[in-house]
């Protein structure tokens, strides 16, 4: 079973990604701050995160640089996912090293389809 982090600061999309990850079969850790969705990333070194991007305290686009600038966690795929809906945002979410971007309301098969994609054996 694959383990994806969440480090997003809403506990409404937490509970909501939550539900919908474990009901797909993934085993799920959540935190709300990036810092603390970092040292989560290195100690545990899950299959994959999904990052919000506004946060209190260090964004969601300088964590996504932290861990793919890490020798340690660079191989962990993030999917970041947030209201900034510009393309600007999407092209430098991905610049910052994000395998992929989706915007809130999330889709429920979109993001699905996205984590198979980026974990073609897991679950």
Known sequence: MATILI???SPTDVRVFTTLLERAGYQVIAVS???EGIERVRADLPDLVIMDVIMP???GFQATRTLTRDPVTKAVPIVMI???SMETDRVWGLRQGARAF???PVN???L???ITDLLPSAT
């Open 33 to 35: 701050s990036a810092e």
């Open 7 to 9: 480090i997003d600061d």
């Open 102 to 104: 989706i915007t809130k």
């Open 112 to 114: 699905l389809s996205c």
């Open 108 to 110: 429920e098969k979109e």
């Open 57 to 59: 305290g260090m964004n």
């Open 82 to 84: 947030t209201t900034k």
